[in-house]
Nanobody
Framework: QVQLVESGGGLVQAGGSLRVSCAAS????????MGWLRQAPGKEREFVAS????????YYADSVKGRFTISRDNSKNVVYLQMNSLKAEDTAVYYC????????????????WGQGTQVTVSS
């Protein structure tokens, strides 16, 4: 079992910044890739960013490259998503996810999910 707990969501003005966090607990030794997915009303759930836990390799959706940064804290089992230059289009529920597949860099078919946190960007 792996538990994921998100924090940091909220309301922010367009052009502003927000950082969301995801803390992992339980059988974290089985986690190779962690990251974020998001879903806006009426849209499919989409990949945002991911990071390989041990190596630190990062992967981003084209829509967030240059604006979002994913990072990790190995000692605390926490992954962060720093979101800068936020746009109204970034408004969505953001989900933390973890995979035991080292090649699941786009977080497909993940086993573990967080509860989701709402990020709203006003304009």
């Amino acid at each position: 079992q792996v538990q994921l707990v998100e924090s940091g969501g909220g309301l922010v003005q367009a052009g502003g910044s927000l950082r969301v966090s995801c803390a992992a607990s339980g059988r974290t030794f089985s986690t190779y890739v962690m990251g974020w997915l998001r879903q806006a009303p009426g849209k499919e759930r989409e990949f945002v960013a991911s990071i390989r836990w041990s190596g630190g390799n990062t992967y981003y959706a084209d829509s967030v490259k240059g604006r979002f940064t994913i990072s990790r804290d190995n000692s605390k089992n926490v992954v962060y998503l720093q979101m800068n230059s936020l746009k109204a289009e970034d408004t969505a529920v953001y989900y933390c996810a973890a995979s035991d597949n080292i090649f699941a860099t786009s977080l497909k078919n993940v086993k573990y999910w967080g509860q989701g946190t709402q990020v709203t960007v006003s304009s």
